[in-house]
């Protein structure tokens, strides 16, 4: 639908400089599309600028009069908005305020009742996110040695093999084949900015490699040693590894940390243990792993409980305690909820022999 409104007609020779002026002066008509003739570049103006404003009026190179403009459609900002007028009150209220993009690839959990909707909102997301090609629905939780999800692609390629931006690294990655969250980037961002030069790491359960690539990155005195069961995620951290060009401070190590962690050359003085489910069941092995002298443990755990910080807390330290070690809490968080009333927990603690 067009609409009259007064206009500046510039000379296409003069028409940047003309669009520049006026929207320094703060009178162009932003809600309305610019257009073009032969001849002249047509701006819609919500005033008539005085001469000594806009010389192009007193050169010739302007001038003012009445134009039709297409209105412009503002591009919704969030998924929200650009559901609108497309589900009635009652389902608006359950259209998710938050989903993972990882790469080029969107992630949605929606509410059963959003179900029979959800290739039109998929569909909006892509409006809101221009740069995604395959969204995918959650059809299940993550499950397996693995933590792999299964998903119906509801827009898109179905191309799932992507590469994702975070902090300055880039991680190849398929998402049908490998666990990955962007949830955790400012965790890992956290941990990495911890991490003092010349300190060996052992990532036990390094994944493609988004905690060691950015320690790697921000301390590159440092040692890290990223161990990796799943064949798949192996092969995207060794890929990884060398996107970054970290190939001198991280050593890629393929198999369970449980039979593999004599590899290390030299005792951990900083651990990061990202398997929130298990990783309790790993914690002989990270003091095995540890110097010495003591160690930080970066510990992700998980509750179903009120008070999910005190039990996993109660509950490593138990197990530390009974290994001969003393654990010091240094930092606790909830981070997410990944199911009902389920809570992933993280934890710093130096560890030491006693």
Same mark, same amino acid.
């Given at each position: !639908?067009?609409?009259?409104?007064?206009?500046?007609? +510039?000379?296409? &020779? !003069?028409?940047?400089?003309?669009?520049?002026?006026?929207?320094?002066?703060?009178?162009?008509?932003?809600?309305?599309?610019?257009?073009?003739?032969?001849?002249?570049?047509?701006?819609?103006?919500?005033?008539?600028? $005085?001469?000594?404003?806009?010389?192009?009026?007193?050169?010739?190179?302007?001038?003012? =009069?009445?134009? $039709?403009?297409?209105?412009?459609?503002?591009?919704?900002?969030?998924?929200?908005?650009?559901?609108?007028?497309?589900?009635?009150?009652?389902?608006?209220?359950?259209?998710?305020?938050?989903?993972?993009?990882?790469? $080029?690839?969107?992630?949605?959990?929606?509410?059963? /009742?959003?179900?029979?909707?959800?290739?039109?909102? +998929?569909?909006?997301?892509?409006?809101?996110?221009?740069?995604?090609?395959?969204?995918?629905?959650?059809?299940?939780?993550?499950?397996?040695?693995?933590?792999?999800?299964?998903?119906?692609?509801?827009?898109?390629?179905?191309?799932?093999?992507?590469?994702?931006?975070?902090?300055?690294?880039?991680?190849? %990655?398929?998402?049908?084949?490998?666990?990955?969250?962007?949830?955790?980037? /400012?965790?890992? %961002? &956290?941990?990495?900015?911890?991490?003092?030069?010349?300190?060996?790491?052992?990532?036990?359960?390094?994944?493609?490699?988004?905690?060691?690539?950015?320690?790697?990155? !921000?301390?590159?005195?440092?040692?890290?040693?990223?161990? *990796?069961?799943?064949?798949?995620?192996?092969?995207?951290?060794? *890929?990884?590894?060398?996107?970054?060009?970290?190939?001198?401070?991280?050593?890629?190590?393929?198999?369970?940390?449980?039979?593999?962690?004599?590899?290390?050359?030299?005792?951990?003085? &900083?651990?990061?243990?990202?398997?929130?489910?298990?990783?309790?069941?790993?914690?002989?092995?990270?003091?095995?792993?540890? +110097?010495?002298?003591?160690?930080?443990?970066?510990?992700?755990?998980?509750? =179903?409980?009120?008070?999910?910080?005190?039990?996993?807390?109660?509950?490593?330290?138990?197990?530390?305690?009974?290994? /001969?070690?003393?654990?010091?809490?240094?930092? +606790?968080?909830?981070?997410?909820?990944?199911?009902?009333?389920?809570?992933?927990?993280? %934890?710093?603690?130096?560890?030491?022999?006693?």
């Amino acid at each position: !639908m067009d609409e009259a409104s007064l206009a500046v007609v +510039a000379k296409k &020779r !003069m028409a940047d400089t003309v669009k520049r002026r006026l929207a320094s002066l703060g009178i162009l008509r932003t809600s309305m599309k610019v257009f073009s003739d032969d001849k002249y570049v047509y701006f819609p103006v919500k005033r008539v600028p $005085n001469p000594d404003e806009l010389p192009e009026l007193i050169t010739g190179d302007a001038l003012i =009069q009445e134009a $039709n403009f297409d209105k412009l459609v503002p591009k919704p900002k969030t998924l929200k908005e650009a559901m609108m007028g497309v589900l009635d009150e009652k389902l608006m209220e359950l259209v998710p305020r938050s989903f993972d993009i990882i790469g $080029n690839v969107a992630i949605l959990e929606l509410n059963e /009742g959003l179900r029979p909707f959800a290739k039109d909102i +998929a569909s909006a997301l892509k409006l809101v996110h221009k740069h995604v090609d395959t969204v995918l629905l959650k059809t299940g939780p993550s499950t397996g040695e693995y933590r792999i999800r299964p998903y119906d692609v509801i827009a898109g390629s179905g191309n799932t093999l992507t590469e994702h931006r975070e902090h300055g690294c880039k991680y190849r %990655l398929d998402v049908r084949e490998v666990f990955f969250t962007p949830r955790l980037s /400012g965790e890992r %961002l &956290r941990v990495a900015s911890q991490v003092r030069p010349n300190e060996c790491v052992a990532d036990m359960f390094a994944g493609v490699g988004p905690f060691s690539i950015t320690i790697a990155r !921000m301390q590159p005195s440092c040692k890290i040693y990223a161990f *990796e069961i799943n064949p798949t995620a192996y092969k995207f951290l060794e *890929e990884n590894i060398k996107l970054n060009k970290v190939e001198d401070r991280v050593t890629a190590i393929f198999g369970d940390v449980r039979h593999n962690y004599r590899i290390l050359e030299k005792k951990a003085n &900083r651990l990061v243990m990202n398997l929130p489910f298990s990783a309790d069941k790993y914690l002989d092995v990270a003091i095995r792993l540890a +110097a010495p002298s003591g160690a930080i443990v970066h510990f992700y755990g998980a509750a =179903q409980d009120e008070n999910a910080v005190e039990t996993v807390k109660v509950n490593v330290s138990s197990i530390i305690n009974s290994l /001969g070690f003393n654990a010091k809490f240094l930092w +606790a968080k909830e981070l997410k909820e990944v199911a009902p009333r389920k809570v992933v927990v993280a %934890l710093d603690i130096a560890i030491s022999m006693r």
